[in-house]
């Protein structure tokens, strides 16, 4: 076992507050080892920060910006200076190997020191009038309270990249973490108070579906960013429109990668391999659906198979694993469940998807590559979550786009090709958010635009310029001499 069991609480107008053991999250990948506990609200914890948010947004939205900027810098250097503590106590919580870990945590730092130089940047537009003597101005103004509802499988990027810009602009946060990675978020909570934070700017309650409704529907928050699922996202938004807040929504992917026959191969594999499989398949843009034209269909199975027989599984904190376990026991049932269904659909097994049992316990499984899939499989339609790859074969490019193309989600599209006549064709025509070429579909900027079409997002985009849209108001002022 790594180290000992962390005692959290949560944290309300810069108070660390509440006792009990509502949640427990437990080591992946050794399910011995309790990570740690804390206490579950229902409900009056969170109407307590939101009050305490509330309370401290005036001061923090007139504050210099200058002020915003340097708690958020401050912030971003102390996650650096720590990422590798901080990458092992996410690694041992949540599953992702340590470089993985390590690489997170130095995506969030980032993050935070990307919108300390966004809090100086916000600008207006001064325009001339049609009517003489008349100035017209426009300028963004923070709204208030924001809720943040982050999911487990980036227990710090996620929280960062939704936090930063809320505080950035000069609005106030109350974030309720996923219960399967508590840990991860007092963390951040922590540095964020160390860099000078006033009291009630950020705040920090567990909790599960109650606390996360009592945050959703109180009139005081003006506005939810939430990642999670769809069937979650659709009762969130229920309660936001009803009371007309601010709404912005991630909600997973069923990604394709095209492999054409002009591919390179070794590129394509990696892009595959990297996509589907790092991070045990949990990320919302991995390569879940590949879609491989005839000709080089055969080539690219036989070598992706002998990738993914060299991805050892095991412990996140081993230096030799390349594949960690999956996040908690109902996932692991989940990818299990769909292995199941894909082969009464028809798919056969190329290799993996076996429940390993290791020297420690922990919900392991090897990654899964299905062939003989076509487009309408459930394995090919429903996120899964986990290390499944299903491969479908095409006639040609036009073939694949179309398969590329349906279904509900539409967040993240790949395409492996030599041809630039096809790599712009499908940059413009899939109906995706976010498209990459030559690239897996996973692995993102953190000073970009995040987001994706259809039923994976809802309301502006997050991260990189674009998050200034859903933290601020644009207010246009006619002046008159």
């Not at 210099?64 to 990458?87: K, M, Y």
């Not at 392991?364 to 790859?389: H, K, Q």
């Not at 096809?422 to 025509?429: D, E, L, S």
């Amino acid at each position: 076992m790594d180290s000992g069991t962390l005692a959290l609480r949560h944290l309300i107008g810069g108070d660390w507050v509440g006792a009990g053991v509502g949640i427990e999250s437990l080591n992946p990948s050794d399910t011995r080892d309790v990570v740690a506990r804390a206490p579950s609200d229902e409900g009056s914890v969170m109407r307590a920060a939101i009050a305490a948010a509330s309370e401290a947004f005036p001061s923090w939205s007139e504050a210099s910006p200058e002020v915003r900027s340097d708690v958020l810098d401050r912030a971003g250097t102390l996650i650096l200076e720590r990422r590798n503590q901080l990458g092992r106590l996410l690694a041992r919580e949540e599953g992702k190997t340590l470089p993985e870990g390590v690489g997170e945590v130095a995506r969030a730092g980032r993050i935070f020191k990307f919108f300390a130089g966004e809090a100086l940047r916000r600008t207006g537009v001064t325009v001339d009038s049609t009517r003489p003597g008349v100035e017209v101005a426009t300028c963004r103004q923070p709204l208030g309270v924001f809720g943040l509802i982050a999911p487990w499988n980036f227990p710090i990027a996620i929280p960062a990249w939704k936090s930063a810009p809320a505080l950035a602009f000069g609005n106030t946060v109350v974030l309720k973490p996923a219960s399967l990675t508590p840990a991860t978020a007092a963390a951040m909570a922590e540095i964020i108070q160390e860099a000078g934070a006033p009291k009630g700017v950020f705040n920090l309650v567990f909790g599960g579906s109650v606390a996360g409704t009592a945050l959703v529907a109180d009139r005081r928050v003006a506005g939810i960013s939430f990642t999670g699922s769809q069937g979650v996202g659709a009762g969130i938004a229920r309660l936001a429109v009803e009371r007309q807040a601010r709404l912005q929504m991630e909600m997973g992917g069923k990604n394709p990668l095209v492999v054409l026959d002009d591919a390179e191969l070794d590129r394509a594999v990696q892009c595959a391999l990297d996509g589907a499989f790092f991070a045990s398949g949990q990320r919302c843009t991995a390569s879940s659906r590949i879609i491989v034209t005839k000709a080089i269909h055969d080539r690219f199975v036989a070598a992706l198979r002998d990738k993914v027989a060299g991805l050892r599984v095991g412990d996140a904190l081993d230096a030799d694993t390349r594949i960690g376990p999956v996040a908690s026991q109902a996932q692991l049932d989940t990818v299990l469940s769909y292995i199941e269904i894909a082969a009464k659909e028809g798919a056969r097994r190329v290799i993996g998807g076996e429940r390993l049992n290791l020297e420690k316990p922990g919900y392991y499984v090897s990654p899964v590559l299905l062939v003989d899939t076509d487009p309408g499989m459930r394995v090919n339609c429903e996120e899964i979550f986990g290390p499944v790859a299903s491969v479908v074969r095409v006639k040609d490019y036009d073939e694949a786009l179309a398969v590329a193309n349906a279904g509900e989600f539409g967040l993240s599209a790949g395409i492996v090709t030599s041809s630039l006549k096809y790599a712009h064709h499908f940059t413009r025509h899939v109906r995706a958010g976010m498209t990459m070429v030559n690239l897996p579909t996973a692995g993102v900027d953190y000073h970009v635009p995040f987001g994706g079409t259809r039923k994976s997002s809802y309301g502006p985009h997050e991260q990189g310029a674009a998050a200034v849209e859903f933290y601020t108001q644009l207010k246009t002022s006619y002046i008159s001499a």
